[in-house]
């Protein structure tokens, strides 16, 4: 059973840095998707950045440039720094992965594509 718990949410003002953890409980190295969503109150829980387990990343239009999405050297740890942050990246942040990834193809943005999920950290940006 995998587990996925996230870390490092908080209250920032605009302009300020947060960095999200995701510790994994089990991490298949060879065919591992790992995505952060967020959710904000009212909305549809949108992919921010994914990343496969060539270390290929992608991120949403936006947060390009002041989020980045990376893995600890052991892999059971991943990574979002946010940097420039703003009121409208307020939302719950989740942690995500699925182990249907192949080699040549792109990680999904789409939630229904992933099967393990965390409890969510919150981010909360003041103006």
């Known amino acids: 059973q995998v587990q996925l718990v996230e870390s490092g949410g908080g209250s920032v003002q605009s302009g300020g840095s947060l960095r999200l953890s995701c510790a994994v409980s089990?991490?298949?190295?060879?065919?591992?998707?790992m995505a952060w969503f967020r959710q904000a109150p009212g909305k549809e829980r949108e992919g921010v950045a994914q990343?496969?387990?060539?270390?290929?990343?992608s991120v949403a239009d936006s947060v390009k440039g002041r989020f980045t999405i990376s893995q600890g050297n052991a892999k059971n740890t991943l990574y979002l720094q946010m940097n420039s942050l703003k009121p409208e990246d307020t939302a719950m942040y989740y942690c995500?992965?699925?182990?249907?990834?192949?080699?040549?193809?792109?990680?999904?943005?789409?939630?229904?594509?992933?099967?393990?999920w965390g409890q969510g950290t919150q981010v909360t940006v003041s103006s």
């Open positions: 089990a991490y298949t190295d060879s065919s591992t998707c």
């Open positions: 990343i496969d387990s060539d270390g290929r990343t």
């Open positions: 995500a992965a699925h182990y249907r990834w192949r080699r040549g193809s792109w990680c999904s943005e789409s939630l229904y594509d992933y099967n393990y």
